[in-house]
């Protein structure tokens, strides 16, 4: 089931550069959160970091808690790969495993994760993802095939199913629908709100009016120069974001005086 995340005094260094400094925000569960502001903002640090996914760069570490249900994520005895399988991730980019058939690439952490996969009709898996994922119906006559040999907008509804077939409690996307088409990235917008019945997700997006349209609740992050970390100027509802923030520079950003 969906988790609320509770981020205490975060600060995420890639080796002496402090990328953000002193981010608390709370997420609640079965809701749509989206992360916008300038370019180098922090903002896509700040969601790789809630599934500890910007370790994988050499010298990445962080400091203050991210906490799911109150359990802090970053505790010497949890193993990341864990806390990956409870909070998915779905990237800019379209990136099924090309080799692998529309079938496979649902399963494939399934496959990872016996654990997971244990009293499991895999077809079931399949079809109920797909499902959920808004593409059963244009798929389930050509499983067997390539997953690379589908559009841009079914590849990424392709790996939202893969994120969404180990059953996660929260979803992280990384600008799912930059990459895409209009009519794509209106499939992925409605999938969003479909999919926070069941989820907690988090969106970080530099469409503002995707912002608007998706999304629950907005966190604007920005710089104080250049070389200075990313830091979290104001969160809220997102109505309240759009239309009456409090800092000046949120409502330059939305207006588009800058970024």
């Not at 079938?103 to 244990?118: E, P, R, T």
């Amino acid at each position: 089931m969906a988790k609320r995340i509770d981020i205490e005094d975060l600060d995420i260094y890639y080796g002496d550069f402090k990328a953000v400094e002193g981010v608390n925000l709370a997420i609640e569960p079965k809701s749509v959160t989206a992360f916008i502001g300038p370019s180098g903002c922090g903002k896509s640090t700040v969601l790789r970091s809630i599934n500890r996914l910007h370790e994988v760069i050499p010298g990445a570490y962080t400091e203050g808690k991210v906490l799911l249900e109150g359990d802090d994520i970053y505790a010497p005895d949890v193993d990341p790969v864990n806390i990956r399988g409870l909070i998915g991730m779905v990237f800019q980019r379209p990136n099924p495993f090309p080799t692998m058939s529309i079938y496979d690439n649902v399963v494939a952490g399934l496959k990872l994760d016996k654990s997971k996969a244990k009293g499991k009709s895999l077809d079931e898996v399949v079809e109920k993802s797909l499902r959920g994922a808004n593409l059963w119906e244009e798929v389930k006559d050509r499983l067997a095939k390539p997953g690379a040999g589908l559009s841009g907008g079914q590849q990424q509804r392709l790996c939202i199913a893969r994120a969404i077939a180990v059953e996660p409690q929260v979803l992280l996307m990384d600008e799912p629908a930059s990459a895409l088409d209009p009519i794509s990235t209106l499939a992925i917008e409605d999938l969003v709100h479909e999919l926070k019945r069941n989820y907690t997700i988090v969106i970080v997006t530099h469409n503002m009016q995707q912002a608007a349209r998706v999304s629950d609740t907005t966190a604007f992050f920005n710089l104080a120069g250049i070389g200075q970390p990313g830091k979290l100027v104001e969160s809220g509802p997102t109505e309240t974001i759009f239309t009456s923030p409090k800092e000046r520079a949120t409502e330059d950003y939305i207006s588009g005086r800058f970024g």
